[in-house]
Protein backbone atom coordinates (compact mmCIF):
# COMPACT_ATOMS: atom_id res chain seq x y z
CA UNK A 1 0.00 0.00 0.00
CA UNK A 2 1.21 3.51 -0.53
CA UNK A 3 -0.15 6.91 1.10
CA UNK A 4 -0.16 9.90 -0.55
CA UNK A 5 -0.36 13.68 1.02
CA UNK A 6 -0.50 16.74 -1.12
CA UNK A 7 0.38 20.12 0.67
CA UNK A 8 0.79 23.34 -1.26
CA UNK A 9 -2.63 24.46 -2.14
CA UNK A 10 -4.29 27.89 -1.61
CA UNK A 11 -5.49 31.32 -2.45
CA UNK A 12 -3.79 33.09 -5.29
CA UNK A 13 -4.23 35.92 -7.75
CA UNK A 14 -4.36 35.23 -11.63
CA UNK A 15 -0.66 35.65 -12.82
CA UNK A 16 0.53 33.96 -9.59
CA UNK A 17 2.62 30.96 -8.83
CA UNK A 18 1.81 27.85 -5.92
CA UNK A 19 4.17 25.07 -5.77
CA UNK A 20 2.47 22.08 -4.80
CA UNK A 21 4.01 18.48 -2.68
CA UNK A 22 3.02 15.20 -2.71
CA UNK A 23 4.78 12.88 -0.17
CA UNK A 24 4.11 9.50 -0.36
CA UNK A 25 4.67 6.88 2.21
CA UNK A 26 4.42 2.85 2.76
CA UNK A 27 5.54 1.00 -0.07
CA UNK A 28 7.70 3.85 -2.03
CA UNK A 29 9.87 1.48 -3.50
CA UNK A 30 7.13 0.28 -5.53
CA UNK A 31 6.47 3.71 -7.21
CA UNK A 32 7.18 3.91 -10.93
CA UNK A 33 4.82 6.77 -12.20
CA UNK A 34 3.15 9.35 -10.52
CA UNK A 35 0.96 12.37 -11.97
CA UNK A 36 -1.18 15.11 -10.97
CA UNK A 37 -4.87 14.79 -11.68
CA UNK A 38 -7.57 18.16 -11.00
CA UNK A 39 -11.11 18.79 -10.54
CA UNK A 40 -12.92 21.44 -11.15
CA UNK A 41 -16.37 22.37 -9.66
CA UNK A 42 -19.20 20.40 -11.82
CA UNK A 43 -16.40 18.70 -14.03
CA UNK A 44 -14.55 15.25 -14.24
CA UNK A 45 -11.09 14.76 -13.22
CA UNK A 46 -8.42 15.49 -15.77
CA UNK A 47 -5.20 14.75 -16.14
CA UNK A 48 -2.75 17.50 -15.78
CA UNK A 49 1.01 15.93 -15.80
CA UNK A 50 2.74 12.58 -14.85
CA UNK A 51 6.28 11.79 -14.98
CA UNK A 52 8.74 8.93 -14.76
CA UNK A 53 10.15 6.51 -12.19
CA UNK A 54 13.73 8.59 -12.49
CA UNK A 55 12.25 12.11 -13.56
CA UNK A 56 13.39 11.92 -17.13
CA UNK A 57 10.23 11.84 -18.38
CA UNK A 58 7.41 13.93 -18.26
CA UNK A 59 4.19 14.71 -19.73
CA UNK A 60 1.41 17.77 -19.55
CA UNK A 61 -1.96 17.91 -20.88
CA UNK A 62 -2.04 20.96 -23.70
CA UNK A 63 -3.48 23.46 -21.28
CA UNK A 64 -0.73 24.17 -18.73
CA UNK A 65 2.38 23.36 -21.40
CA UNK A 66 4.84 25.73 -20.67
CA UNK A 67 3.45 27.09 -17.16
CA UNK A 68 3.37 23.89 -15.07
CA UNK A 69 6.39 21.82 -14.25
CA UNK A 70 6.29 18.37 -12.98
CA UNK A 71 9.45 17.02 -10.58
CA UNK A 72 9.99 14.29 -8.12
CA UNK A 73 12.83 13.67 -4.97
CA UNK A 74 12.89 10.16 -4.75
CA UNK A 75 15.17 10.33 -1.70
CA UNK A 76 12.74 12.54 -0.15
CA UNK A 77 9.91 9.91 -1.45
CA UNK A 78 8.31 13.41 -2.70
CA UNK A 79 6.31 14.71 -5.85
CA UNK A 80 6.26 18.33 -6.90
CA UNK A 81 4.05 20.77 -9.29
CA UNK A 82 5.16 24.18 -9.99
CA UNK A 83 2.31 25.67 -11.47
CA UNK A 84 3.12 29.51 -12.50
CA UNK A 85 1.08 31.88 -14.64
CA UNK A 86 -1.97 30.90 -13.28
CA UNK A 87 -5.59 31.77 -14.84
CA UNK A 88 -9.10 31.21 -12.43
CA UNK A 89 -8.98 27.86 -15.06
CA UNK A 90 -7.11 26.51 -13.09
CA UNK A 91 -9.06 26.26 -9.83
CA UNK A 92 -9.43 22.81 -8.68
CA UNK A 93 -8.92 20.35 -6.62
CA UNK A 94 -4.90 18.66 -7.29
CA UNK A 95 -4.71 15.21 -7.02
CA UNK A 96 -1.50 13.64 -7.02
CA UNK A 97 -1.49 9.54 -7.94
CA UNK A 98 0.95 6.72 -8.04
CA UNK A 99 1.63 3.46 -10.21
CA UNK A 100 3.42 0.24 -9.89
CA UNK A 101 3.63 0.75 -13.28
CA UNK A 102 4.99 3.14 -15.70
CA UNK A 103 3.66 7.09 -15.91
CA UNK A 104 0.79 7.84 -17.81
CA UNK A 105 -2.00 10.25 -18.63
CA UNK A 106 -4.35 7.70 -18.08
CA UNK A 107 -7.04 7.87 -14.67
CA UNK A 108 -7.49 3.57 -14.29
CA UNK A 109 -3.45 3.45 -14.43
CA UNK A 110 -3.28 4.85 -10.79
CA UNK A 111 -4.15 2.86 -7.78
CA UNK A 112 -2.99 5.24 -4.97
CA UNK A 113 -4.44 8.93 -4.76
CA UNK A 114 -4.37 11.26 -1.94
CA UNK A 115 -7.24 13.16 -0.77
CA UNK A 116 -6.58 16.61 -2.83
CA UNK A 117 -5.56 20.12 -1.87
CA UNK A 118 -7.48 23.13 -3.13
CA UNK A 119 -6.22 25.63 -5.70
CA UNK A 120 -8.37 28.69 -5.78
CA UNK A 121 -7.02 31.53 -8.74
CA UNK A 122 -8.94 34.83 -8.78
CA UNK A 123 -8.69 37.63 -11.28
Known amino acids: QVQLVESGGGLVQAGGSLRLSCAAS????????MGWFRQAPGKEREFVAA????????IYTDSVKGRFAISRDNAKNTMYLQMNSLTPEDTAVYYC????????????????WGQGTQVTVYS
Open 51 to 58: ISWNGGKT
Open 97 to 112: AASFSAYSSAYHNYPY
Open 26 to 33: GRTFSIDG
